[in-house]
């Protein structure tokens, strides 16, 4: 059972029993439902769901949910490693919904209809993905239908696949090689690792993917945003364009904006992936490595964890709608990662690195 002993139904008639057994007529015990009842107790009484979903067969979307003044606000996880496309009903009636990505810091209006005293709203979640929907009970109804975006609101106009070569080099451990050629983006270790990188497979830290772009105007037409989709990433990247640091990306979609620093023509891309601690440990104890203070976690033959740019990376050029000043504008992220390259130079001159 679980440990809070909640799908053991003799347990919760005991605890029933044992908390109003000496209160007669204030309860009817027959009539208190065991937990995985209640929704069909509340059906029973004529009580709506609160959240119900048509989705896939499998999916695993559990939500929890906040009443706010005038609106209704919902948080909906995706538990799978897969991406998953629902349509959300939601109790009560609803002139507008917005979407809140945390992850992306955008707000996305998007359209609700009416169905029987509740609100259906069409969701896409990324693997492993969340999101806010706030339904507004105020309000015109014609903000439904009005894209006011920080994603994709139009299918993609043109699409580049970044093909090679990719120059890998490695922040160095003393064994690692200067660099690798590859000829598409590839992990350095685990599944589909490049042939060239195996000899660094239990390398831990930071590679820097290089590659030359170049940018045509069809890619940079006015009131279009170019994205960079990496494919997927083990564990974090850190972008840069032509010297510009645009941001870090860790978890699903590995999509960021690079809109404001690309140029017409050749462009310098670097992706800076970094994994985690997990394949040094593992290969120390591949080695027979006895230095490492604290004591041992790994076998002699344990698995190595995927590690670097999967891809396959595309720009992916489309519309999108900015929505004022609710979204962190991509500039005021450039900035910020330019000051905190200058407070780490600083940093840096001061301890005499």
Do not use: C
Request: aromatic share 6%; hydrophobic share 40%.
């Amino acid at each position: 059972s679980s440990p809070s002993r909640s799908d053991d139904p003799t347990a919760w008639a005991a605890a029933v029993e044992s908390i109003w057994a000496d209160s007669p007529g204030l309860l009817d015990l027959a009539g208190v439902p065991a937990p995985d009842g209640v929704a069909d107790a509340l059906a029973r009484m004529g009580v709506e769901p609160d959240w119900a979903l048509a989705a896939p067969e499998g999916a695993k979307l559990p939500f929890i949910h906040r009443h706010l003044d005038g609106a209704e606000l919902y948080f909906v996880s995706n538990q799978l490693e897969r991406p998953e496309k629902i349509t959300a009903s939601f109790r009560g009636d609803a002139v507008s919904a917005e979407l809140w990505d945390p992850v992306r810091v955008a707000r996305t209006a998007v359209a609700v209809r009416s169905e029987a005293g509740r609100t259906a709203v069409d969701l896409q979640l990324e693997p492993f993905g969340s999101a806010f929907v706030l339904l507004r009970r105020g309000g015109s109804s014609a903000d439904a239908a009005t894209p006011r975006a920080g994603t994709h609101e139009q299918p993609a106009t043109a699409e580049v696949l970044l093909e090679g070569p990719w120059e890998v080099t490695f922040d160095g451990d003393g064994q690692s090689p200067s660099n690798v050629t590859m000829k598409s983006p590839a992990p350095w270790s685990g599944p589909g690792a490049d042939a060239q990188a195996l000899d660094v497979k239990y390398f831990s830290g930071t590679a820097m993917y290089r590659h030359t772009f170049s940018a045509d105007s069809a890619l940079l037409e006015s009131e279009r945003r170019l994205v960079l989709e990496l494919g997927s990433v083990s564990d974090l990247a850190e972008v840069r364009v032509n010297g510009h640091n645009v941001g870090t990306v860790w978890t699903y979609p590995f999509r960021i904006d690079i809109t404001d620093a690309v140029r017409t023509g050749a462009n310098a891309l670097e992706i800076a992936v970094t994994n985690s601690w997990w394949n040094r440990l593992a290969g120390d104890a591949a080695a027979g490595d006895q230095t490492r203070p604290g004591a041992a976690v790994f076998e002699a033959d344990a698995d190595v964890l995927p590690a670097g740019l999967h891809g396959p990376v595309r720009l992916v050029s489309g519309a999108i709608h900015a929505f004022g000043e609710t979204l962190l504008r991509h500039k005021d992220r450039q900035q910020h990662a330019r000051a905190k390259d200058a407070g780490q130079e600083r940093k840096d001159r001061q301890e005499g690195v």
